[in-house]
């Protein structure tokens, strides 16, 4: 039978706009179940990971290559119809990460810090750092300061990590690193100077050391050291400039003039911190206040308050003043681990959190606040957070609680992960608990480390422990297309 031209015409017409129509249906996310006979409204899943080069498995298949689509520099799988997949990422010598995945119709399900660690890290001891107990890393990158400990002798060294060099810059007989949270070595911000906080015959002492000369000055020869003084730390504007609490008195010492005089600055601090050129004190009756640190005179400054209601202050225990900036505010009491939290945003009070509190670290947006105790640690965000997970500013989270001590609690680099130190163990907790938290150990150690710090400018991770200073390359470097983290 010949068919007419007309028919065959409408024929092709037919088929193109099947086809057409097949294919926008395939490009709108629609696909045919067979087992339902109709089409389904699909979804995706995106994963951005480090390291990047990763093997994604659905349903303990591998995802070919072929499949993998890229979004914002991370993998994407597309035509996923809606409902719960066992999602697995894998990487040759590293961990891998797990999650139950739910797919829904016409959404992208995304997780943008997926995070692997090796199995065997290339844990590196650094030469001549043998008997460190603390380090103290410098505003200049590669450049660290050690403290180590010879018999009853305290010593201080410059380190750099690259040239694996090390000078001695200062050292004290029968001294010891003061056992206080409120003082600690620190550079000045050049980097020229170290400021060495030491007790020593249960006399607290504050020695100023030239890095490039050795030349150390003991600060009590200008001003009598007295076991209320705390809190010294470098002026964030003024070069080799001091600051200190004494007696609730803020001063300042000019270390470089030839004679060193003290300036009062403001009276009625219990404890401060520094932002913006700007010192946050709190006072007695339990408020915040900024005053400037670059004031022509400093006794005509007023202040302005922050905080409108005040907290209690007990005597005989400190407080520690940590700022983000005037609008974020962490106050904690040392004696009861009492914290409080001031977000301009949420209220112009501060607000009492909990109990039992350690230490707390912002982010590096100020979107998020870490606290953690003896054996817990948790999240406070402080702005909505509209990646997936979704988080909603004011609420807190609880990431993790042991029952035994941990140590060592910071940020990664991400923010979106946490390091810990539990007995001989250095593990991490992500902050995505949709299915579960995936918690793993980092490093394996023969007694708890001394000291765990991060360097995020360097992308490594320090350990202090009994064979000296190490390091791991932490997290994986980007690669040369800058796919990954």
Known sequence: MTLHRPTVFW????????????????????RFSTDRGIFVYTGSLTIDANPDAISIKINGAVVPDSQLGVLNKASHISGLAPGEYQVEVTAPEYQSWQKK???????????????????????????????????????????????????????IVTYDTEQEIAEQVFSLPDANLL???????????????????????????????????????????FNTDTPNRKFTRWHPKERATLLYLDNKVLSQIDTRATEWTVELLYQN????????????????????????LDSNNYALEKGIQITTSPIPITEGTEY???????????????????FWLYDKEDSLEMTQVTTGIKGTQFSDDGKKLLYYGDADISVAYLRDWEVQPTRLAGTHQQIIRLSTPLTQVQWTKDYEHIFYANAGQIQFAELDNRDYRNIGNFLTLPNPPLQLFSRFEEDRVYIISESGLSVIDFPEALTLFGFGQ
């Open 11 to 30: 024929l092709f017409v037919l088929g193109f706009f099947t086809t057409v129509g097949l294919v926008l249906f395939y490009t709108y996310g629609y």
């Open 101 to 155: 995945v739910i797919i829904e119709s016409g959404k992208s399900t995304e997780y943008w810090n997926v995070l692997l660690t090796k199995v065997t890290p290339e844990n590196l001891t650094l030469p001549n750092t043998e008997g460190s107990i603390r380090a103290f890393p410098s505003p200049k990158q590669d450049l660290i300061a050690l403290a180590k400990k010879q018999g009853n002798e305290l010593i």
């Open 179 to 221: 056992d206080n949270q409120s003082d600690g070595i620190e550079w000045s911000p050049e980097a020229e100077k170290l400021l060495i906080p030491v007790e020593r015959a249960s006399k607290r002492e504050y020695y100023v050391v030239d890095v490039d000369t050795t030349a150390s000055t003991l600060l009590s020869q």
């Open 269 to 292: 601090v219990v404890s401060y911190d520094i932002s913006s050129g700007n010192a946050y004190t709190l006072t007695p009756n339990g408020i915040i206040v900024k005053y400037p």
């Open 320 to 338: 520690f003043v940590v700022m983000y900036d005037e609008s974020r505010i962490s106050l904690l009491e040392t004696k009861t681990g009492t």
